[in-house]
C-alpha cells in the first residue's frame, strides 16, 4: 500500500508559479514511477507529468511543455511539480498518482490509469 498526500495548490495571477508537492509512504519510494494529473470542470482530465522511478525519465503533457518540470526527492519520498508561466486554462485539481514500473508504464499514467492516487490540491489561476 502506498499513501499520497498533496500540497501546495493554492490561488495565483496569470503569469506566476506554484510548486506542488506528493509526499509518498509505503512501499519504497524510488521504484515506482510518480506523476501528476488535473481535473477541472468542464474539461477531460489531462495528464500532467511523470518521472519514472529507475532513471529519472521526464514525461510532460503538450500542453505544459516548457512550463511545469518535475522533479523527486527519493530522501523525502516526495515528488514536486513546478508550475511556471501559469495560465487561467490551468486551474483544476492536480492529483498526484503512483504506479508500479514496467513496459506500459508511462502509457498508463497518459491514460489516466495509476495504483494510487492521492486526495488533489486545487490550482487556480486569476486572469
Known amino acids: 500500500q502506498v499513501q499520497l498526500l498533496e500540497s501546495g495548490g493554492g490561488l495565483v495571477q496569470a503569469g506566476g508559479s506554484l510548486r506542488l508537492s506528493c509526499a509518498a509512504s509505503?512501499?519504497?519510494?524510488?521504484?515506482?514511477?510518480m506523476g501528476w494529473l488535473r481535473q477541472d470542470p468542464g474539461k477531460a482530465r489531462e495528464f500532467v507529468a511523470a518521472?519514472?522511478?529507475?532513471?529519472?525519465?521526464?514525461y510532460y503533457g503538450d500542453s505544459v511543455k516548457g512550463r511545469f518540470t518535475i522533479s523527486r526527492d527519493n530522501t523525502k519520498n516526495t515528488v514536486y511539480l513546478q508550475l511556471n508561466s501559469l495560465k487561467p486554462e490551468d486551474t483544476a485539481i492536480y492529483f498526484c498518482?503512483?504506479?508500479?514500473?514496467?513496459?506500459?508504464?508511462?502509457?498508463?499514467?497518459?491514460?489516466?490509469?495509476?495504483?494510487?492516487w492521492g486526495q488533489g490540491t486545487q490550482v487556480t489561476v486569476s486572469s
Open positions: 518521472i519514472k522511478g529507475s532513471e529519472g525519465s521526464t
Open positions: 509505503g512501499r519504497t519510494f524510488d521504484n515506482y514511477a
Open positions: 498518482a503512483c504506479t508500479r514500473e514496467g513496459p506500459i508504464t508511462i502509457r498508463n499514467m497518459k491514460m489516466g490509469r495509476a495504483d494510487y
